[in-house]
């Protein structure tokens, strides 16, 4: 049975980002940890880093967001060590999972983000995401800073419609 409190913080990490099949941001994890009241934000971003630096966590940040994938090594060490999680921690885990499902998918399914080029110009990105496969994406290069954060902000509140609407005239 694990004894160290970090240590099982990292495990609770990876039993979540290997209970669904897409990656889950830094504000959902910390979400369900303190939430639950299990650790602090400080303690959970030490543990974040542990897994990261260890490879059994991969990171992908972009503006407004980073998002956390398990990793081979990740899974096969969960296969090792997840009977150390208690089941009054799987139970809160599942049911976190449950109560937050939908709304984890669609935060986890849109992805925007840009970058300046070096003409000095921004390009978007934009994509719309099922689990780990990429459903739709596009890259629209726009003059200014201002207007990609504006496209950012559009596209945040606004995906599932400019993405029923481009897949229409597409199919039509």
Known sequence: MITEPLTLYKLMILYLLKSINYPLTNNQLSGFFLDYEYTTYFTLQQ???ALEDAHLITAHTTRNATRYEITREGSETLELF???IS???IEDMNKFLKA???KLRQESSNYTDYEQDDNGNYIVHMEVR???SILFSVDINVPDQDSAERMCTKWASNNQEIYAHIMKQLLS
């Open 82 to 84: 997840g009977n150390d």
């Open 130 to 132: 099922e689990e780990s």
């Open 47 to 49: 543990a974040i880093s």
């Open 100 to 102: 937050n499902k939908v």
């Open 87 to 89: 089941s009054g921690a």
